[in-house]
């Protein structure tokens, strides 16, 4: 079975930065494009990056433009999310989704900025 | 950017009723690439309806969606008591990809 499993999350000063990582099991990783989309507390879903199933194309929100970088390796069937000058405003759940429509979701990795 | 307006906020029911959601896109977009997410607390989103009509897989037929150009709706039949989440719609036909604000589905 599909399985999507965040992890790197934690707490971190403004201005630091720190990698997520999602591990894909149970479907062909290097043939899906990967999504990363974070939820505020209490907020809604908001989109965050994009890469393709071979990593050449890569696509950001305009909140993280700049800042965040995705990747993925293929051999290891795990995306991550480089998060470079982190702001309070970044503090949120970050999920990685399976491609579009995203069909499937992990359980999410809890990232709080805060001094 | 695609801007998705969902209403209500808030829609209070009871089990058994019908639930009507609505999501409105800020310019017209393709049916092919609007998707319908629940979402329950502690819990990821699920996806619920993708091409904004066709169901995904597990999904009870009580669900149905609909709509085209910038209006599009999700129908909940019959409400169970375990429909009671939060419902996001999205456009995924580019970058950015742009969710709603959701509304709320509460027991009444």
């Known amino acids: 079975q599909v399985q999507l499993v965040e992890s790197g999350g934690g707490v971190v000063q403004p201005g630091r930065s720190l990698r997520l990582s999602c591990a894909a099991s149970?479907?062909?990783?290097?043939?899906?494009?990967m999504h990363w989309v974070r939820q505020a507390p209490g907020k809604g879903l908001e989109w965050v990056a994009l890469?393709?199933?071979?990593?050449?194309?890569?696509y950001y929100a305009d909140s993280v433009k700049g800042r965040f970088t995705i990747s993925r390796d293929n051999s290891q069937n795990t995306v991550y999310l480089l998060m470079n000058s982190l702001r309070a405003e970044d503090t949120a759940l970050y999920y990685c989704?399976?491609?579009?429509?995203?069909?499937?979701w992990g359980q999410g990795t809890l990232v709080t900025v805060s001094s | 950017e695609i801007v998705l307006t969902q209403s209500p906020g808030t829609l209070s029911l009871s089990p058994g009723e019908r639930a009507t959601l609505s999501c409105r896109a800020s310019?017209?977009?393709?049916?092919?690439?609007l998707g319908w997410y629940q979402q329950k607390p502690g819990q990821a989103p699920r996806l619920l309806i993708y091409?904004?009509?066709s169901r995904a897989t597990g999904i009870p037929d009580r669900f149905s969606g609909s709509g085209s150009g910038t209006d599009f709706t999700l129908t909940i039949s019959r409400l169970e008591p375990e429909d009671f989440a939060v419902y996001y719609c999205?456009?995924?036909?580019?970058?950015?990809?742009?969710f709603g604000q959701g509304t709320k589905l509460e027991i009444k």
């Open positions: 989704a399976r491609t579009v429509p995203f069909d499937y």
């Open positions: 149970g479907f062909i990783f290097s043939t899906y494009a």
């Open positions: 890469i393709s199933y071979d990593g050449t194309n890569k």
């Open positions: 310019q017209s977009l393709s049916s092919t690439y």
């Open positions: 091409g904004a009509s």
């Open positions: 999205q456009q995924y036909g580019g970058s950015p990809y742009t």
